[in-house]
């Protein structure tokens, strides 16, 4: 075989064992069909482990996977466990390590979808700065039990940080119209967001043929639910990023149809693809996940691994399922997640 890739699965936890296993068998299915290989190495870095072992990875954990050609990701989480354990001894240190600063998640309407009332078109891209910010570990609890018990939270922002994620948005902006909202909230928080705006601004400049209106955050909520179709490329925070792009995949239909992929552009470093969802206990173990999402993941690993025919393949193998009215019941239909995958599986032979 000329081509293959080496890519670690990461299955986790609840459903996204179930996605992950499906998604696996489209990729080899795909890479059949257009001649390349992929190796996988699932690795079992999941609660169970950490209720074993201490560690949801092991120490040598992104040593490990550094080797690999790319990560691929289900998700990870589980009630009895503590929902920071789980992120921060996984997940963000593997965004980190690895540099993966954008976190890239597209979502339009998908045939045979139903998406909110009233809506007929969507096709947006949320850019979302994906390693530093909010989500940091600078702070502390103070006073425990006591009345006046309390608690930091810092942010950390930095110029370079905040341009290279504005960058990356103009360029994706100036393929899809020119216009690039940021989502802001410097009127309320006063120190790190009116930065933000300003490295926005600045570095939007060297992209003349892109406009950027920055638009607070809470009526940006408001105008995605609303209006949509005048949105087509943001740039946000890791915190207003992640919730934007469950958002904005509500309003199209269903959070079970979201991709993302975590990404170091300059290719030092392996990038990371998996579903916008998380482990979603409440269907776990039942086998109706929406594989879409996962899939839609899997499309982008494999055009970010070069592989772009097969992944136009495997995005219309899996919208022809749906346009087929081949569904799962978050998306107000009767399939399985096997049965959702076999219709996939079959179009793809
Ligand atoms: P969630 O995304 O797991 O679930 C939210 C709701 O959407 C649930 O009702 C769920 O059933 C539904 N849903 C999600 N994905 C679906 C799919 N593919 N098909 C059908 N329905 C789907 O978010 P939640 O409940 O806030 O978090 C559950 C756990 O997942 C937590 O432990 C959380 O920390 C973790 N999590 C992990 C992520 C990751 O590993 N990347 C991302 C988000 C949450
Ligand atoms: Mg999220």
Redesign the pocket.
Known sequence: MSRSYVIDAIP?D???VD?TDVAMQCVDAVAGIYGFGVQWRVRDWNSDLYRKAGRMMPVDGIEQLSSGDGIY?G????PDVP?DV??WGL?IPIRREFDQYINLRPMRLLPGVVAMPGIEDLDIVVVRENVEGEYSQIGGRFGAGTDGEFAVQESVFTRRGIARAARYAANAATERGGRLVSATKSNGIIHTMPFWDEVVAETVKEFPGVVVEKVLIDALAARLVMKPTSIRTIVASNLFGDILSDLVAGVAG???IAPSANLNPERRHPSMF??????????AGKG????V?ALWAAAMMLDHLGEAEAARSLTSAFEGTLADGTA?P?LKGTATTAEFAAAVLSRLS
């Open positions: 986790g609840g459903i996204g996605v990701l998700a990870v989480g589980t929902d789980t992120l997940l269903s959070i079970g998996e579903p916008v969802h998380g482990s979603a206990p409440d269907i109706i996940a929406n594989p999402g799962t978050d």
